[in-house]
């Protein structure tokens, strides 16, 4: 009868920490689940907007060739969609008081700490903001890597907000209403360079 007892206890022993295990378990794996949720959704989220700006870096060359648009310029740069901040950096590097703007709160604490590392977190901010709620106007310099979907309403934004004398870099697709005073580069890499007042 002993025996009997003690086999059973054991039996609701093993049973009670099988469920303590299983519920353990689940709880490590819904709470990945949920941390892998909460890290995607800014990355997936832009293809739900009015307009969708999708992140993609800049490469080497454009970050070059728009370097080169801005050679003799100088003083306050905007970076609108400031991604990762690698244009933000390289025109702190080159000189400029560089800012970007970003909706993507991941992007910008990435950019924040690319600044840091790099040493220039007194030459760069960068902004968590929605770019048709962010007013220009301060800028001398404005650097856009835009979809082909917005340059319409964009221009008109530049048009409204950008103060004479400003010079204005847009990469992957011209503003469609306006002569570029220069064009560096070809194919993806290629920038159009214009200038306030847009003509």
């Known amino acids: 009868m002993m025996e009997q007892e003690l086999m059973q206890s054991i039996s609701v022993g093993k049973e009670a920490t099988s469920k303590t295990t299983a519920l353990v378990l689940a709880g490590i794996t819904g709470g990945i689940g949920l941390a892998i949720t909460a890290v995607c959704i800014p990355f997936v989220a832009p293809g739900f907007r009015r307009i969708c700006l999708p992140y993609v870096p800049a490469t080497t060359e454009q970050v070059k060739n728009i370097l080169q648009a801005l050679k ?3 003083g306050s740069l905007i970076d609108i969609g400031s991604g990762d901040g690698r244009i933000v950096v390289a025109a702190a590097k080159a000189g400029f008081q560089a ?3 970003e909706l993507n709160r991941w992007l910008v604490y990435y950019s924040r700490i690319f600044a840091l590392a ?4 007194s030459k760069t901010y960068f902004f968590k903001k929605n770019l048709w709620k962010f007013n220009l106007n301060k800028y001398d310099n404005v650097v856009i890597f835009g979809v082909e979907e917005m340059m319409d309403e964009l221009q008109e934004k530049f048009k409204s ?8 870099v847009v990469c992957r697709f011209p503003l469609p209403n306006y002569k ?3 064009i560096i580069g070809e194919g993806v890499d290629a920038v159009w360079v214009y200038e306030t007042p847009l003509k």
């Open 161 to 168: 907000e950008l103060k004479p004398n400003c010079s204005i």
């Open 118 to 121: 790099q040493g220039l977190s």
């Open 180 to 182: 570029p005073i220069v």
């Open 72 to 74: 003799g310029r100088s």
């Open 99 to 101: 800012h970007g703007v």
